[in-house]
């Protein structure tokens, strides 16, 4: 079984000091058919563009099917970091998930990744 996969459109939504400070490298990613049971995984590279270090508090996914990994070390000011998105496709069809980022020190949830 195929499952054609639409996922990921990086959609990053800033509030406030965080507007200007993470930039990630690409803003969207399709895995096109994938078999059922399949993982797939994709990595998102962001730069720190801010003065202070950034540190992803949590990622979270809007489901089980779709697992967020990344570092919590500080990412300096024009260091490079990274979130790992691995998804199962659970059945054959379309799907568009949702993963919602938190950096430390900020009051709000900072990112999404859509």
Known sequence: MKSKLLILALLMTFS???????KFD???????????GIHRSVIFNFTNLA????????ANAECGCTQPVYN????????KGN??????????????KRVTVKY????????IID
């Open 16 to 22: 406030g000091y965080a507007q200007s400070t993470i």
């Open 26 to 36: 690409a803003t969207s990613h399709n895995f096109g058919k994938i078999k059922q």
């Open 51 to 58: 003065d202070k270090p950034a540190v992803i508090e949590f």
């Open 72 to 79: 919590q070390n500080p990412i300096l000011k024009g260091q």
């Open 83 to 96: 979130i790992k998105v691995t998804y199962t496709a659970p059945s054959v069809g379309q799907f568009k």
């Open 104 to 111: 430390a020190g900020e009051k709000e949830v900072t990112g």
